[in-house]
């Protein structure tokens, strides 16, 4: 008798157990890799970064990236030292200037990730993998670039819609400043001056990008870049004076009052100057360094309708 009753309870035990699997009563199934991350993210230097979980703790290292990121619904515990920081970012943690990021003050954020300038930042690569932070490394200067860019950071956010609808937005308005001017194949040339003299700007530059966008001609085009400045061409006035442009931009980094009084300085000095078109007929213009000397990010309708003003001034 026992022995029945003993099969009966075991019969019983396994009933009940096949009950319990057949309604999700087991273990559950994790998954696991790729397909439990938040995100999966290729950077600029072909890198791919994986996010286990949706960043909290953002820190930058450029503040070009602050707009775009804050755009598409972010923010950052920690931020570099800027003269044009928006208002939203100014009390955050500073960890120095983009060029000389101070490690323990990143650190000391807690960051869950990074979001690292490429160019500049590569040496904080290290100390991440060390302390398992993520980091993404960026470039961001031309408009196609900051338009990857824009995906990339509403990937970090989940808000990949209002990156989509961002990009929108900035095409159809750039579209609408080429639309408004002539279709002039206006010739052109960049010069970047700086304490230690001239460059001449490529189509891959702040400016180059702009003046492709408004279908002006870079006459610097095809031209070898600079080993140390891959958007930048050596500059000579005898190269210029054979190119001919019709119309002169100028970027600068020091005091626009000082890169003036020393463009008027070296014009003067050579008369070569005088047989370019675009000095002959009073068409050199001065861009912003608000637009054209670090990316304009998600401002760069603002920077080619600030080239197509100066050019047309009576369309605008």
């Known amino acids: 008798m026992r022995r029945i009753l003993r099969a009966w309870a075991a019969l019983f035990c396994v009933a009940v157990l096949a009950m319990a699997i057949g309604c999700g009563g087991g273990p559950e199934k994790k998954e696991t890799g790729a397909a439990a991350a938040f995100a999966t993210i290729t950077d600029d230097m072909g890198r791919t970064v994986t996010l286990a979980k949706k960043p909290e703790r953002i820190v930058v290292t450029s503040a070009s990236f602050l707009e775009p990121l ?10 570099p030292d800027s003269k044009s920081l928006p208002d939203w970012a100014k009390d955050r943690t500073s960890i120095g200037r983009v060029y000389n990021v101070d490690l323990e ?17 590569e040496k904080l690569l290290e100390s991440l993998e060390i302390n398992k932070i993520p980091c993404l490394v960026i470039d961001m200067k031309n408009y196609e670039e900051v338009k990857n860019e824009v995906r990339v950071f509403s990937q970090v956010t989940g808000e990949k819609e209002k990156g989509e609808a961002l990009i929108k ?9 080429h639309d408004r001017i002539p279709r002039e194949k ?24 702009a003046a492709k966008m408004l279908e002006f001609v870079n006459v610097a085009s095809g031209m070898a870049p600079l080993e140390s400045n891959p958007d930048s061409a050596p500059y000579s006035i005898e190269t210029l004076v054979e190119q001919n442009p019709e119309i002169l931009f100028v970027t600068s980094m020091g005091k626009i009052d000082e890169v003036k009084r020393g463009m008027d300085n070296t014009i003067a000095l050579n008369p070569a100057w005088q047989t370019i078109p675009a000095i002959k ?4 213009f001065y861009l912003s360094q608000e637009h054209f000397l670090l990316s304009p990010g998600i401002r760069y309708p603002d920077a080619v309708e600030e080239m197509a003003k100066l050019v047309y001034p009576e369309l605008f």
Request: aromatic residues 0%; hydrophobic residues 40%.
């Open 105 to 121: 003050k990143l650190l000391a954020c807690g960051p869950d990730l990074v979001i690292a300038n490429k160019g500049m930042n």
């Open 70 to 79: 804050h755009a598409v619904g972010g923010d950052v515990v920690g931020r």
């Open 186 to 209: 206006r010739r052109v040339a960049i010069l970047h001056s700086t304490a230690q003299g001239l460059s001449v700007q490529l189509d891959t530059s702040i400016a180059g990008s």
């Open 281 to 284: 007929n009073g068409k050199m």
């Open 169 to 177: 937005d900035m095409d159809d308005r750039i579209k609408a400043i």
